[in-house]
């Protein structure tokens, strides 16, 4: 999926062992371009993104 950021496709999944994932939450990514942390959450029906840790680079 693309960055919600920037709009990248090298988005990095990132294994968290310590947790199961339900059908509500996706896996938590990383994106390759700019650093965003992000997981998509599905609310009522509507994904919804969270974002876990702030882009760090800007991307040109
Ligand atoms: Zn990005």
Known sequence: MKCPEC???TSVEIDMH???FTADESP???C???G???RVRVVKGKPT???I???EKKVQ
């Open 53 to 55: 840790k702030a882009a």
């Open 18 to 20: 310590s947790e199961g």
């Open 7 to 9: 709009g990248s496709r």
């Open 28 to 30: 938590v990514k990383e």
């Open 49 to 51: 993104v969270d974002i």
């Open 36 to 38: 965003l942390v992000w």
């Open 32 to 34: 390759g371009s700019c």
